[in-house]
């Protein structure tokens, strides 16, 4: 049913981290931040997409992705997010500055809860393509037994 995980993929070494951009400009001008593929953003930029008038309510998310990085920014509002990785870890983030983002790697179980005022934008290494998505957290579940028993052969 699952491709076979590789312990020496670098993907799965990946963790969810902070990236803070530059803030260019002063208070009575204004402030200019920029993202760069390769540069800020850790892989090439094939799309980006945001996230707007989410009630607060609302728990976006709830997936995995099998190859897409991304790297979410609050551009307004509050976004909390919360993180999974394969190995059990479990991290949040709070995102409440637009000079500030994490990046996400694949097989990273995200949620995110959003500030009625939130706009989030998200710089992804790849087109949408539903084949990528681990939408089903019990699917999530059953790759980190695989990446357990994987890792138990090993040894």
């Known amino acids: ?20 951009f530059a803030r260019l400009g002063r208070p009575e001008i204004g402030y200019l931040s920029v993202a760069e593929q390769n540069k800020n953003i850790p892989f090439d ?3 980006t997409f945001w996230a707007y008038f989410t009630p607060e309510s ?10 897409t990085e991304m790297v979410l920014i609050a551009v307004s509002g509050r976004i909390t997010l919360f993180t999974e990785m ?3 870890k479990r991290e949040t983030f709070v995102l409440d500055s637009p ?3 994490v990046y996400i790697p694949p097989y990273c179980w995200h949620t995110m809860q959003y500030s009625h005022t939130a706009t ?6 790849s087109l949408y393509e539903a084949e990528d998505y681990i939408r089903s957290y019990e699917d999530f579940e059953n790759l980190k037994k695989e990446l357990e028993e994987s890792v138990k052969c090993k040894e």
């Not at 989030?120 to 290494?125: D, P």
């Open 120 to 125: 989030q934008l998200v710089i992804s290494s």
């Open 86 to 88: 394969l190995d059990g």
């Open 1 to 20: 049913m699952w491709e076979s995980i590789e312990c020496n993929n670098t993907n799965l070494m990946s963790v969810p981290y902070i990236i803070d």
């Open 58 to 67: 609302i728990v976006r998310g709830r997936h995995a992705h099998y190859e």
């Open 45 to 47: 930029i094939k799309r």
């Open 99 to 101: 000079d500030r983002g």
